[in-house]
Every structure is written in C-alpha cells, then in structure tokens.
C-alpha cells in the first residue's frame, strides 16, 4: 500500500514546503543562522545590542475565524493574524519581536491554499521585522475534513530586564488610551458566526449596505499590528504598561496589568478620537449581546504615566496615523465605578 491510499500526499507535501521556503526567506533577518530545512531554526541573539536582555514567548491560534476564510476562498489574512496576534502579545512585555515558528494541519494538502497561509504569514513578519525560522506542515486526513485546516503560531522576543513593565509603576490617575481595532481580530468568531450565519440568516457572500461590504470579508478584517505604531513610544519610556485586549474584553485583561489595589474609572462613550479616523480604522458594525464584547474593539490599551506623558503619546499615535482614544483612568479601589 502507498502512503497516498492512506490518505497522504508527499508530492503535494513536498511543493508546499518549497513555496514555503521560498517565502520565508525573505523575512530572514541578520540573526538567521542558516535556512528553512533543518530539524530547528537558528537565530543568533545581537549580544551587543542588549545589556541585559530577556527572551519573551507566546503562542496562539487564530481559532474559528479560519472556517469564514475557508468559506470565503481566501486564506492570506489569517496567516497575517496570527503573526500579528502573537506580535501584540509580546508586545505589552515591551518585547522587540525576533522569530516566528507556524503549525499547519490540514485534511487535505492543499499546496495553494498553504501558500496563501504562507504568504500571509511573511508579510506579517516583514511588516515587524520578525524572521520565519521554520514550522510544521501536516497533512491529517482523519483528524480535518477535505478543506478544514488548523493554524497556529510561536513567537520570541527580546526586552531590557530594565524595561519590563511592571504593575508596581501605575498609579491612580494614569490615563487609558486605546488603539481601535478594525474588526473582531481572532477572537469571539464562534459567537459572531453564530450570530451571523444562524440567527441573521446571512451566507458569508451577502452584501450588507450598513457596513458597504460583504458580511464574510467584513469579519475577515485583519488582526492589527501594533508594533510600528508603539515601538518609539516604548523605547522612550512613556508608558507604564499595556494590554492586548482579546477574549474576555477589557473586563478579563486590563486586571492582568493593573495593581490589585486599583481599577479602571471607564468612560467608554464619551470616548473621544485624538485624531482623524478613516473607515478602515472604524470598527465594523457588529450585532453583539453585552458590553465585553463590544470591548473587544478597543484592541490594544496602553497607560500613560502622567497627563504630559499621555499628552505626548496621544500627539505621537496621531501623526503615525493612527487614532488614539482617551477611555478612562486608572482608580483606586473603593473610588471604583464598575462598568
């Protein structure tokens, strides 16, 4: 018996892992040792850059918004976030993203529909100076169906032990600031394709006018990176801390951040952009039952120290073209609104 009688394809395997190398090369920067191909990926750490640096991890997935890209017929945006999920996760550590590492599974090797992960993928890791370094690629026919995938991700940085944010350094008073998002990124897509799909009654092509865009490529708005826009911020020191806000909402992730003695003062709708906003920076329309998930929009949180410091950060965000929003304050327990 051959091993394609199984139900894989080592042909089809092999063409994807060489468009595969082909694209991950271009996101090779000056640590890369070597290439795609070997049984790990080097990555030689710029000693003289850091004094004393730490190396910061994280992983995810981009979950069930792979089934709209798989009923849509486009599967680039996904490898893009998550590259950019993992990136922004690292990212409130104050971490500088260095190399990224991807698993594949798929029912059924599909070389093209890989390469549009793939390339996804790269041009994420171009846009943050992140190396592709390697991945796994597996074709499973017994665990997906024909067309199903999974896809996940690892990523490592680097930070100053210096630099590190600490919960220890936000005070009573800190100003919220908060980065839009331009969708739901990769989280709450079982409840909104629930929505969608099963209670609206919508097919992933249908054109709805209210948002001027087909429902399926409207929740395919990608996951934004953050990185560019606050890599100056962090390294001048403005910011006491930050969020990545995912599932859960501002509720279950701003509290990672904060002291136990403190809470946020929200003002989320008097909420007033610093700069102009354009719609592809408007969160999309979204029907969703409660108030954390309509949080889920605001996508990344950050705390100035002061209102100089919040002041100059929100000057700053808006002319790298990006709209700031002033959310709140941080609060002393006891003088605590809950939201």
Known sequence: MRYAEAGVDISRAEQA???????????????VVGGIGAFGG????????????????????????????????????????????????????GAEPLFFLDYLALGRMDP????????????????ADCALVGGETAELPDTYA?????????????????????????????????????????NGYS??????????????????AEISNKIGAELLMPHRCYWPALKNIISQGLLTGMAHITGGGIPGNLPRVLPRSTGHDPDYPAHKPAGRRNRT??????VLPHRRDSQRRLAQIAYGLH?????????????????PLNIGRVRLLGRFRPC
């Not at 409840?191 to 709805?208: N, Q």
Request: glycine residues 8%.
């Open 17 to 31: 892992k060489e468009r595969i190398r082909r694209m991950a090369s271009r996101t090779f920067t000056r640590g």
């Open 42 to 93: 080097l990555f030689a750490l710029d000693v003289k850059r850091w004094h004393e640096p730490v190396l910061v991890s994280s992983t995810d997935g981009v979950g069930t918004k792979l089934k709209i890209a798989a009923a849509m017929g486009i599967h680039s945006t996904v490898g893009g976030d998550l590259v950019n999920h993992c990136v922004n996760d690292i990212l409130t550590l």
């Open 112 to 127: 093209d529909v890989v390469e549009q992960l793939v390339d996804g993928i790269t041009r994420a890791c171009h846009q």
């Open 146 to 186: 024909p067309g199903e995938y999974d896809l996940a991700g690892f990523i490592v940085g680097v930070v100053e032990r210096s630099r590190i944010p600490k919960t220890s350094t936000v005070r009573a008073g800190d100003v919220l600031l908060a980065l839009p998002s331009l969708g739901l990124h990769t």
């Open 191 to 208: 409840l909104a394709r629930k929505l969608v799909f099963e209670t609206a009654g919508l097919a992933p092509d249908a054109y709805v």
């Open 281 to 286: 920076e408007t969160p999309p329309r979204e």
């Open 307 to 323: 209102r100089l410091s919040a002041a100059v950060t929100l000057l700053a965000l808006s002319r790298l073209g990006n709209s």
